[in-house]
């Protein structure tokens, strides 16, 4: 019987080693499937706000195939569980995905792209001050040093013509930021429904403010098909399997591939320099984004380590 303990113990091993890097390329593939955003946006001859319809609608379609297929309650109960949180939470992550797009059409990708990786700051932030949650010192650094990144690029902006793009993405990454803390207020709040609520929420906006979006031509409407069913709901899709299966630090250093792919597309496909100010700015950012990434991976493994040597669940 000895003998089987090391067998037992290697093969739990292999097996969490599996699940580890199939939620790794999960979650790496999702994130590369949102770095094409900048490409798209750039390739279609559709105004913003015919392009946020038709992104919105065959993102939102593409959710409610995802549901039907995924939840036996089917499409009307995985929505009754949402509740007025759910409804908020649509609301800002619509307004976020709104200012995304308009944002994309009005400065540079890094820029918008940036703001984004900014927002779990935001978040923190406000859960501080919401919810009451203690920001660790690593964090306080970390805000701080986004702060200082984001108005390097922000005074890039005023010179180069694009601060209404650069105020459409602080709005955007303070969407997302309250998206993040209403989750994270209410973690048992299914978010695929609440996603698609949301998609669906932009679409209705976006529709009278479009130009003649049924005016779109082949070429255009399959680009956004991609844009709506590959970049989000796919996306969304292989995120929200991958992170299931590798630590919520492990998957935010993995996203962290969106930001620095999303302005890699567009410089070999169109040219698009951010500028010399904006790359600093940015830098700031995605350093501090990275070291308190690892920070709280550290901080993890030691409490797991810690709880899981006492006995108690982890």
């Known amino acids: 019987m000895t003998p089987a303990l090391p067998l037992s ?11 580890y890097r199939r939620g790794a390329l999960l979650v ?13 946006v750039r390739l279609v ?10 992104r919105s609608i065959f993102a939102c379609l593409s959710l409610l195939v995802y549901i039907a297929w995924r939840d036996k309650r089917g499409i009307v109960g995985a929505f009754r569980g949402i509740g007025w949180i759910g409804l908020l939470l649509a609301a800002c992550f619509a307004t976020s995905m709104t200012c995304y797009i308009l944002a994309l059409a009005r400065t540079t ?13 935001i978040a923190a ?17 970390a805000i701080v040093a986004t702060l200082c990144g984001i108005a390097i690029m922000v005074s890039n902006a005023v010179e180069t013509g694009q601060l ?14 309250a998206t993040i ?20 929420i932009t679409a209705i906006v976006a529709y009278p403010l479009a130009d003649h ?52 597309w567009v410089w070999a496909a169109f040219g698009e320099e951010p500028g010399i100010r904006a790359l600093i700015g940015g830098a700031i950012v995605l350093i501090a984004v990275i070291l308190h990434t690892l920070a709280e991976r550290r901080a993890a493994e030691k409490r797991a380590a810690t709880f899981g040597n006492a006995g108690h669940p982890i």
């Open 181 to 200: 803390v209403l989750a994270r207020h209410r973690r048992d709040l299914p978010m695929t429904p609440a996603t698609c609520l949301a998609t669906g």
């Open 28 to 40: 790496a593939t999702s994130s590369i499937a949102w770095s094409s955003a900048g490409p798209i």
């Open 164 to 177: 209404a793009g650069d105020l459409l993405s602080a709005v955007m990454g303070l969407g997302f930021a």
């Open 109 to 121: 990708v890094a820029n918008v792209l940036i703001f984004h990786a900014a927002s779990p700051f």
């Open 45 to 54: 001859a559709t105004d913003p706000w015919t392009t946020l319809f038709w």
């Open 213 to 264: 979006p049924f005016a779109a031509s082949s070429t255009d409407l399959a680009l956004l098909a991609v844009f709506g069913i590959g970049q989000m709901g796919l996306g969304l899709v292989l995120f929200m399997a991958g992170v299931r299966l590798v630590p919520a630090a492990d998957a935010g250093l993995i996203s962290i591939l969106e930001s620095v792919l999303g302005p890699f």
């Open 9 to 19: 113990g290697s093969v739990a091993t292999d097996s969490a080693g599996r699940r």
């Open 125 to 141: 932030a406000f859960a501080w001050l919401l919810l009451g949650e203690r920001v660790r010192p690593s964090g306080i650094a």
